[in-house]
């Protein structure tokens, strides 16, 4: 939310010399975030100047510039006339304009100089809207009768135009709607300051309107809630088009991050700014009949201002006369009844709409928007009279309109139920003592009514505070506005003996070791589609059941993942299309696994402890959420290098990465040949311990992995990291640090191509006993000089002794051990 100095000193009493950081502190100190500033950038000499002739100038190049005469101050002084070089040509002699002389400074920064041009030295510059920052126009330069002003030769025209003016900007978050506005953000300056507030919509005087037909149908509400409780319409008829937006509205609408269109839209967003209620105009003979506010049918279709048809859900809440649909509430209206510069009579709606329902709204037709961000927080009921006025007010005073008492009157407002506040509650909740006047005087200031009762207070929350429903709300409301420092600060002793639990250990060291072995951890969101978890969301063969977000971000991403992979690979896909072609990736995080249907149908008030029962009803309906960790590589493991060629990353990788994994744990894995529907059919190796799969590792399926923009190769792996922890022992014992040197040799051993290279392994390290430390395929080779159906299988083996030094004929011996035992398992026989 951004808020301009000049447009908050109308409700507050800004000190004259408030400077941006002391606004944002102020705003810091009753809980908002600042985000930015955003002052001019303009620097001045800029002036009023009136034009006193022209010379029209035909170019080669097909263009034509004027080149002016343009008296910038009064008197015969040097310099009171410049000449000026322009290219525009929408102004007359006479006409007064701004000018920008050299030493200014424009947005952009764009420095103002002397400089020769078009066989002319141009002293300066007359300004358009754009190059002022004061909205889009640029076909033109301003004309500052047309703005209507009528201001003296040689006036500061930053001043004027209100170009000295700054914003800031805070974050707002979403339960506290009300900020949205200058009239929320200047309440709660004046909370933090002391300073008096005045409530704009307070000193408006409301002339009610009637006799135009407005029905409110909603047969299919949300959640049983209606999607329309109030609507108010104005009219005002002989708007003036030919009227521009004044200079000061445009500056302010375009500090608040808005450009101007035209004077009644302008005026639109300018009361929504400054009252927090989104309001819109309909050319009033465009209209047929009244209006009436429904749900969208199946099928129906409405085309919105941005010129695009949309396929409406019957969710979606329609505002509609009786012939078309005007647009989707609370999200845009529709192209045929906007205003356009042949409208002259304009109907004001000012209506008040379920937040649920403008927020689905939006999202489904992803049409973010000013409006709809604040009707999705949830807008005053009551401010809705006093909008509409305003905007009415506006159009006769800027529009030349005049006020029709044509219009309606719908406020359907029930006051929240009142708040039981007992004396001791807000001491207890927040460690502070405050005193009774203290906490009545927060209550009041923030709008409440405020009842004093025997044993503490009964609050009814103000209109505009629907974020406020118990009594902790109104305790965080006193220590907020009375200061967060107030609070003390205590830091918790640690009961002797806690720590980190055997998982979290457990996890931590997997992280770790993971990302000392050069792979990098990532977070990707929980939220994936019913593709993704039918793709990849059973690694052990059980059907695929998922928990549904009841109000899902994005309709079309609204599961609860059942897998790590697919948030690993469209991080992986990002960093691709930022020239990132070497990755390897990892994720260690929960996955959410129901057995069938999970959820709760009610949720129990937060006001007191549910009961036993009710509680085991709310664990019973969460779903398993074991610990699962994922790699991702793609791209080579090595990058080409003079004189080495790249070495791709592939299966080898996903293994070593198991096995890392399973020593962080310290557990032994089993690998087989496996199979996956994700993954590539003839390289997806199964990973077991103590017989139970608890994952894959292998190269993704290429179709799978083309359909995510990804290359054809691409491995990866994930692994139940809670069925692996079970299997641990409770302490991992650290590996012997050897001083005898290893001895090594290698051996082929061919055997039939049905038999897994895994069990062969696990026959030599068997067979070989306890000198064998370390056995490793490193070739599989299948091709000429072998048998039919047959394959030679090469290992690296590492023997040592923890007592001597072996001799080669040692390490031999244990080799052809195991060897032997290859050989009575498999039928391997040594490849000559």
Not at 60 to 77: E, L, S, Y
Not at 137 to 164: K, V, Y
Not at 501 to 518: E, F, N, Y
Request: overall charge negative; charged content about 20%; proline content about 6%.
């Amino acid at each position: 939310m951004r808020i301009p100095a000049s447009q908050l000193r109308e409700w507050v009493a800004l000190p004259g010399d408030a400077t941006p950081e002391h606004i944002h502190d102020a705003l810091v100190s009753v809980g908002f975030e600042e985000e930015a500033i955003h002052a001019g950038e303009i620097v001045g000499p800029i002036v009023v100047g009136e034009v006193l002739e022209f010379t029209p100038e035909p170019q080669d190049n097909g263009k034509t510039i004027r080149w002016c005469q343009v008296r910038v101050a009064a008197g015969d002084a040097e310099g009171a006339v410049r000449g000026i070089v322009c290219g525009a040509s929408n102004f007359e002699v006479g006409d007064k304009v701004v000018v920008t002389l050299p030493g200014a400074v424009l947005p952009g920064p764009f420095p103002i100089a002397a400089r020769k041009t078009y066989g002319h030295v141009s002293d300066g510059m007359m300004a358009s809207a754009k190059e002022l920052g004061l909205g889009d126009e640029h076909s033109g330069i301003i004309r500052l009768h047309e703005w209507g002003l009528n201001p003296a030769i040689g006036d500061d025209a930053i001043a004027l135009l209100g170009l000295d003016d700054f914003a800031v900007e805070i974050n707002v978050t979403p339960d506290r709607g009300y900020a949205m506005s200058i009239r929320g953000v200047a309440r709660e300056y004046a909370h933090a300051t002391g300073t008096a507030f005045t409530d704009p919509a307070g000193s408006l005087t409301i002339a009610a309107g009637s006799g135009f037909p407005v029905a409110i149908k909603d047969d299919a509400p949300i959640r049983g809630v209606v999607g329309c409780t109030g609507f108010v319409t104005r009219v005002v008829r002989g708007v003036d088009r030919t009227r521009t937006t004044p200079a000061w509205m445009v500056k302010r609408l375009a500090l608040m991050g808005i450009r101007s269109i035209s004077l009644p839209v302008d005026i639109s967003n300018y009361v929504m700014m400054e009252l927090g209620q989104p309001t819109h105009c309909y050319d009033l003979d465009t209209l047929t009949g009244g209006i009436t506010v429904r749900r969208a049918t199946a099928g129906e279709k409405a085309t919105t201002l941005d010129g695009q048809e949309r396929a409406l859900s019957p969710e979606d809440l329609l505002i509609t006369d009786d012939k078309q649909i005007l647009g989707i509430a609370g999200v845009m209206g529709g192209a045929s009844t906007e205003v356009s510069d042949s409208t002259k009579d304009i109907l004001v709606e000012a209506a008040t709409f379920d937040p649920v329902t403008i927020a689905r709204s939006a999202r489904r037709h992803k049409l973010p928007s000013e409006a709809s961000k604040r009707f999705a927080r949830g807008v005053d009921p009551l401010v809705s009279r006093a909008a509409a006025q305003r905007v009415v007010d506006l159009l006769v005073e800027l529009g030349g309109a005049t006020a029709d008492g044509l219009g309606s009157d719908i406020v359907d407002f029930t006051p929240a139920p009142a708040i039981v506040l007992p004396q001791n509650f807000v001491a207890q909740l927040i460690g502070v003592d405050y005193s009774d006047v203290e906490i009545e005087t927060v209550l009041v200031d923030i709008g409440a009514e405020v009842m004093k009762s025997s044993d503490g207070w009964i609050v009814t929350p103000p209109s505009w505070r629907p974020d406020l429903i118990d009594a902790p709300g109104l305790a965080e409301e006193v220590a907020r506005i009375h200061g967060y420092d107030r609070i003390p600060s205590a830091l918790p002793v640690a009961p002797p003996g806690r720590g980190l639990t055997r998982g979290q250990s457990a996890r931590r060291r997997v992280a770790q070791v993971l990302a000392g072995a050069g792979l990098t951890e990532t977070l990707a969101y929980p939220f994936v589609t019913e593709a993704d978890n039918a793709q990849f969301g059973s690694i052990d063969g059980s059907p695929v059941h998922s928990m549904v977000l009841a109000n899902a971000l994005d309709p079309n991403v609204a599961l609860l993942r059942r897998s790590v992979l697919p948030g690993l690979l469209d991080t992986a896909k990002r960093n691709l299309d930022r020239g990132l072609t070497s990755l390897a990736l990892f994720e260690v995080g929960s996955v959410f696994t129901p057995s069938g249907p999970n959820g709760s149908e009610s949720i129990p008030a937060g006001t007191s402890k549910p009961d036993a029962k009710v509680l085991d009803g709310l664990y019973a309906s969460v779903p398993a959420q074991p610990w699962h960790v994922a790699a991702v590589f793609v791209g080579p493991v090595t990058v080409k290098q003079a004189g080495q060629p790249a070495i791709a990353s592939g299966l080898t990788e996903a293994l070593d990465a198991a096995r890392t994994v399973a020593a962080a744990v310290g557990v032994e894995i089993d690998v087989r040949q496996g199979s996956h529907h994700a993954f590539h059919p003839g390289r997806c190796a199964e990973v077991l311990v103590d017989g139970r799969t608890v994952g894959f590792a292998g190269e993704i399926l290429p179709g799978v992995a083309v359909a995510r923009d990804l290359p054809r190769v691409v491995s990866a792996i994930e692994l139940d990291l809670d069925a692996l922890i079970a299997a641990a022992p409770d302490h991992v014992e650290a590996t012997a640090v050897h001083v005898y040197p290893a001895a090594t040799q290698d051996v082929s051993l061919v055997v039939s191509e049905d038999v897994v290279a895994e069990d062969v392994r696990r026959a030599l390290i068997s067979g070989a006993g306890d000198l064998l430390e370390h056995a490793y395929l490193v070739d599989d080779y299948r091709g000429t000089g072998l048998p039919d159906g047959h394959k030679s299988l090469t290992f690296a083996l590492r023997f040592r002794s923890a007592e001597k030094t072996l001799t080669q004929q040692e390490a031999t011996d244990a080799k052809n051990a195991g060897v032997a035992l290859a050989a009575n398992s498999f039928g391997a026989t040594i490849r000559e």
